[in-house]
């Protein structure tokens, strides 16, 4: 009986440090790998989705959100993505035919064998209707460009899912949830993981 009791305690206090650090819920892009150097410049192509172009500012809304990483420098261009040549390059237009069904958006990093990251493109599903922090109309329905960028950017700079909720780095997120704009304990410890 008493070796029983001992061991209930044992899987309580495991449990209970479990919720008291988060930090490690985090998970890194597999095999690890990492850019060469900071910051990492990002690019967002100039022709944004419908719902978010020009005048409401989705792209210069995306070029702004993904500098919450730190590690980040981003601006505009009007070179659209090429796959395996940097730099690492924002398509919010195009789906790059990988991105489709539920998916808001998706990642691909090039690396050497050496898991150095040597390019990562961007690609967003444009059958959604996007909003972003430079529009002031509202939301309804619509996905948050900001925080689904600084999410994505996450993989652009070699993090994966996390298994925390309300984490830019959980794998989904609702309409009109603006939560992603924000790194949590758990995104800034992966990305200093990395650099
Ligand atoms: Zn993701």
Redesign the pocket.
């Known amino acids: 009986m008493k070796k029983h009791n001992i061991l209930a305690l044992g899987i309580a206090a495991i449990l209970t440090l479990a919720a008291a650090e988060p930090a490690m819920a985090y998970t890194l892009l597999s095999p690890r790998r990492a850019w060469a150097s900071t910051p990492i410049a990002v690019r967002v192509y100039t022709t944004g989705n419908s719902t978010v172009n020009d005048g409401s500012g989705g792209v210069s809304a995306t070029v702004s959100a993904i500098k919450a990483w730190g590690v980040v420098s981003s601006s505009t261009t009007s070179q659209q993505a090429v796959r395996g040549s940097a730099p690492a390059t924002i398509m919010l237009n195009n789906n790059g035919k990988i991105c489709t069904g539920s998916c808001l958006a998706a990642t691909l990093t090039g690396y050497y064998s050496g898991n150095t990251i040597y390019d990562a493109d961007v690609y967003t599903n444009t059958r959604y209707s996007y909003t972003s922090s430079k529009e002031t109309d509202g939301c309804s329905g619509e996905f948050d460009i900001d925080g689904i960028m600084v999410?994505?950017v996450g993989?652009v700079i070699g993090i994966g899912?996390s298994s925390v909720s309300g984490a830019t780095m959980y794998?989904s997120v609702a309409a009109c949830n603006y939560n992603n704009r924000t790194l949590e304990n758990d995104d800034t410890a992966a990305k200093n993981d990395l650099y």
């Open positions: 999410h994505e993989h899912h794998p």
